[in-house]
Nanobody, 118 residues
Framework: QVQLVESGGGLVQDGGSLRLSCAAS????????MGWFRQAPGKERQFLAHIIWSSGSTGYADSVKGRFSISSDHAKNTVYLQMNSLKPEDTAVYYCAAGAVGRSYDYWGQGTQVTVSS
């Protein structure tokens, strides 16, 4: 059974940084992409970044390019999202997801709350 467990969320001031972690278990992810998404109250879920597990290739939404960075640690089966220069509008629940490369994301974590105060 695939499990994705996010951690690292919390309260941070405007301009601060946080690093989110997503611990993955339950299968081999070598042919998977791992993604980070967020959803603010009353808004649709928004894609932020992805990383291809096997190659390390990454992609970002324009809204976070240059501020957020995704990375992975294969030994720990963990994906990270480093978030810098955080703004109040980054406040949301952040989710980790996994899916076969080129297909939809099939597995989702429970989410972790990030709140940026002004």
């Amino acid at each position: 059974q695939v499990q994705l467990v996010e951690s690292g969320g919390g309260l941070v001031q405007d301009g601060g940084s946080l690093r989110l972690s997503c611990a993955a278990s339950g299968r081999t992810f070598s042919r998977y992409a791992m993604g980070w998404f967020r959803q603010a109250p009353g808004k649709e879920r928004q894609f932020l970044a992805h990383i291809i597990w096997s190659s390390g290739s990454t992609g970002y939404a324009d809204s976070v390019k240059g501020r957020f960075s995704i990375s992975s640690d294969h030994a720990k089966n963990t994906v990270y999202l480093q978030m810098n220069s955080l703004k109040p509008e980054d406040t949301a629940v952040y989710y980790c997801a996994a899916g076969a490369v080129g297909r939809s994301y099939d597995y989702w974590g429970q989410g972790t709350q990030v709140t940026v105060s002004s």
